[in-house]
């Protein structure tokens, strides 16, 4: 899902991220956990220059699907965005963070992706033109700021629950692998994240699992199947500053900032973790 976010307001009164330009951003910050998932493709982020579109397509694997410059002939198609990509085509924006990160995602997780692009679909046919339902807005959320967890002890699903973020965050559970991050795969998350001060927070989907790959084809599944991101409500924030590691600060007075680190909303719950596929 590609948002524009080249501009500080829409004129909604709403204000977009504005991500900074390519020369000013230090490439030590592509060593950040984040980009973790992006590590094949490090010299795409970290060079000075723009690679070009067809240097992308060239570059990437993306079974099926191309990247075509989105410019004012694409869009005279008068297609959703999303009905482009069911026919091939990912409309993509020369020299943008936004659509560079959104085309090495799909080179990275493109069943994922895949999986996303076809509920979408779904819905777009039965909705009027310009509505959208509670299953698009989850299914875009986690497009743009989607984190796969895995986790092994139930004790940490109690704590998250009841968002008792010292105890989600106790560093020995993340330190021993009883949580973990299987996948960032939001690209918005990706390009806030070129600001190393801003503190981000991911809308998540938990797998019971200790395998990252397992764990992101069970969430495929679950997505294909119509099972999980039907609601953002399904959906749990994790303040990603909090992850042992993960941010500068992290003091007891760092957890106690509420305004970042929010209590549970009353009656607020979440789904169980997703089960891993059958052999």
Avoid at 3 to 25: E, H, N, Q
Avoid at 40 to 51: E, G, I
Avoid at 85 to 93: D, E, S, Y
Avoid at 198 to 222: F, I, S
Wanted: proline fraction near 8%; charged fraction near 20%.
């Amino acid at each position: 899902m590609t948002a524009a976010t080249i501009a500080a307001g829409d004129g909604s009164g709403v204000r977009r991220f504005v991500p900074p330009p390519r020369a000013a951003v230090d490439p030590q910050v592509f060593a950040h956990p984040v980009f973790a998932g992006l590590r094949d493709v490090h010299d795409l982020l970290a060079s000075p220059q723009w690679p070009s579109i067809a240097a992308l397509e060239a570059r990437l694997a993306l079974p099926g699907k191309h990247l075509v410059e989105q410019d004012s002939t694409l869009l005279a198609d008068g297609l959703h965005y999303e009905a482009r990509i069911a026919q091939g085509r990912i409309a993509t924006r020369v020299d943008n963070w936004h659509d560079l990160f959104n085309a090495l995602v799909w080179s990275r997780y493109p069943q994922l992706k895949q999986a996303l692009n076809v509920q979408q679909c779904r819905h777009i046919e039965t909705m009027p033109p310009g509505q959208r339902n509670r299953a698009q807005a989850a299914l875009t959320q986690f497009d743009e700021t989607g984190v796969i967890v895995r986790v092994r002890d139930d004790s940490l699903m109690r704590a998250w629950d009841g968002h008792d973020w010292h105890a989600l965050f106790e560093p020995t559970h993340w330190l021993s692998g009883d949580i973990a991050i299987a996948a960032v795969f939001g690209h918005a998350l990706m390009e806030q994240a070129l600001l190393p001060e801003r503190r981000l927070v991911g809308k998540c989907v938990v797998v019971h699992g200790e395998v990252d790959d397992a764990c992101v084809d069970a969430v495929t599944a679950a997505i294909a199947e119509g099972r999980a991101v039907t609601d953002p409500l399904q959906l749990r924030p994790l303040p990603l500053a909090g992850i042992p590691g993960w941010h500068q600060g992290q003091e007891a007075a760092f957890y106690a900032d509420a305004a970042y680190f929010r209590p549970l909303r009353a009656g607020r719950q979440y789904p169980p973790p997703l089960a891993l596929l059958p052999l």
